[in-house]
């Protein structure tokens, strides 16, 4: 069972910065780097949706709202994923989650995901 733990979250300021990471455990039947990971968020009163993925290649996808502020990237020796989250606006505030699926998946898509961690709460005050 793939288990998957976020950190890293807190309250900022506007314009502030923020690294979120994500430890993985649990692959049993194939390897971490062989994943799909991605981040999403979920604001108060609206559906989740992708902030960024990226594949077992190392390619990458994000929102639009976040393209040029926020950088994804993985780390397989250490079995964890990141999200570098510069420029924060108040927009940004919601519950990070980090997720995991094997390939292929449609990358923001968060039905594609069958494994998710608990999620950990960004705050940007104005």
């Known amino acids: 069972q793939v288990q998957l733990v976020e950190s890293g979250g807190g309250s900022v300021q506007a314009g502030g910065s923020l690294r979120l990471s994500c430890a993985a455990s649990g692959y049993t039947y194939s390897s971490y780097s062989s994943y799909c990971m991605g981040w999403f968020r979920q604001a108060p009163g609206k559906e989740r949706e992708g902030v960024a993925a990226i594949d077992s290649d190392g390619s990458t996808s994000y929102a639009d709202s976040v393209k040029g502020r926020f950088t994804i990237s993985r780390d397989n020796a250490k079995n964890t994923l990141y999200l570098q989250m510069n420029s924060l606006k108040p927009e940004d505030t919601a519950m990070y989650y980090c997720?995991?699926?094997?390939?292929?998946?449609?990358?923001?898509?968060?039905?594609?995901?069958?494994?998710w961690g608990q999620g950990t709460q960004v705050t940007v005050s104005s």
């Open positions: 997720a995991a699926d094997p390939p292929p998946v449609w990358p923001l898509r968060p039905s594609e995901y069958n494994y």
